[in-house]
């Protein structure tokens, strides 16, 4: 592989270091739903509900920090953004690790997603900063390798850890994640955007970058898309476990389980990268939502049908979404971030604020839906898929009238 251009570490390495930056988010907040029943036994009377808010504190935090540190990074460089980011994400972690009330440590969560934020967002402006086009779009692509099967594995991780040191040392694992995070990047990454390319940070010129991108249709349309598609991602993490414990009687081996489905994100992923230069970036994720909704469809028929929905035919549905996910987040970034190579920083905050933070306050209600079957998550899969292809298709209009091809 070649190296990416003005940086010295090879394009293995630059997708490696990009997957771990994307992968904060998740981590650090799959790798708490095994403790939630120790944490709701130590410092949550309320129940394991009450818990669960150890992972909504840092979604909010993390989705505050999206708004603003696209545009620190394009007005002061990539690389200070990054530091700053990772220096807070440890402090919150080591708040989280001493805090002695459910309060305090919902704080110090909130502090740490303010913190993740800085990562995450920076990494998706260092790879436009670097690529362009289809490239972006498979370079992206073999990043959410990474990125989308770390929600498989990170609840065995945690369930490792939380075993074997208590619950809290999950957030001694964050820190030490941190500083590796913080060595590495440092120490094999050059700043990637230049001087002479930062606009200053000012206000008329963050609202103008903002009316930018939602004027042009076609990165409009990705960051709708886009939104939907992390909906579904989030009502699964939501429900899936409480159908594997209540529908199947499988909550023991969850975590085993739900490791070996998101192995499809990293097939789909990498299956991604390999075609998406061929194919195009809207083509694929077009193709992906049409067979999500034929899919649901014929299993929300199954079960209005009365047919015995079993396990093995729940796993593979679920498959099914996590392919898709593979097949559209990447592509979908990548598609909002081409025309948006001049104010990259500003286009990754506004498309991970907006797809994060509506996404999941879409998929915030679906859990209370669940009613003992999988029926209210595959309906939501159903919907969202199905208002995605909709949204693709005028996408598709949107090209041909700009004579682009994506």
Do not use: C
Not at 107 to 126: E, F, W
Not at 351 to 357: D, L, N, Q, R, Y
């Amino acid at each position: 592989m070649a190296t990416p251009k003005g940086q010295n570490l090879s394009k293995v390495e630059f997708i490696a270091l990009m997957a771990m930056m994307f992968a904060t988010i998740a981590f650090s907040i799959d790798a708490m739903m095994p403790a939630l029943p120790a944490i709701s036994a130590d410092i949550a009377p309320l129940g394991v509900a009450q818990a669960a808010l150890v992972m909504t504190f840092f979604v909010i935090g993390m989705g505050a920090g999206t708004f603003f540190t696209g545009p620190l990074s394009d007005a002061y460089g990539r690389k200070p953004v990054v530091y700053a980011g990772l220096a807070v994400y440890a402090l919150g972690a080591v708040l989280s690790w001493m805090a002695p009330t459910l309060e305090l440590m919902l704080a110090a969560r909130v502090l740490q997603g303010l913190g993740a934020a800085g990562p995450r967002v920076v990494s998706a402006a260092i790879i436009r900063d670097l690529y362009s086009g289809r490239a972006m779009a498979s370079i992206m692509s073999l990043t959410m390798v990474v990125f989308l099967l770390v929600p498989g594995v990170a609840p065995l991780i945690g369930a490792v850890i939380s075993d074997a040191f208590g619950w809290r040392s999950i957030f001694a694992a964050f820190l030490v994640f941190s500083i590796v995070l913080f060595v590495w990047f440092s120490t094999r990454i050059g700043e990637t955007l230049l001087a002479e390319a930062r606009r200053p940070l000012r206000v008329p010129l963050m609202l103008d970058a903002v009316r930018q991108m939602f004027a042009n249709p076609t990165v409009r349309l990705s960051i709708y898309v886009q939104t939907l598609m992390l909906m579904t991602l989030f009502s699964v993490l939501t429900m899936v476990q409480p159908i594997f414990d209540v529908t199947f009687g499988r909550e023991e081996s969850f975590p085993l389980w739900f490791g070996a489905i998101a192995i499809a994100s990293g097939v789909s992923s990498l299956l991604n990268a390999a075609v998406v230069g061929r194919f195009g970036m809207r083509r694929l994720v077009t193709w992906a939502l049409a067979i999500q909704v034929l899919l649901s469809a014929v299993f929300v028929l199954w079960m209005l049908a009365g047919l015995p929905f079993l396990f093995p035919v729940f796993v593979f549905w679920l498959w099914g979404v996590m392919f898709q996910g593979g097949l559209t987040v990447a592509n979908l970034n990548a598609i909002a971030m081409e025309p948006m190579g001049h104010i990259a920083g500003m286009a990754a905050s506004v498309i991970g604020a907006v797809s994060t933070v509506l996404g999941a306050a879409l998929a915030s209600p679906v859990g209370l839906l669940f009613d003992g079957t999988p029926m209210a998550l595959i309906v939501t899969v159903l919907l969202a898929s199905a208002a995605g292809s909709v949204l693709m298709q005028r996408m598709r209009r949107a090209e041909i009238v700009q004579g682009v091809s994506l």
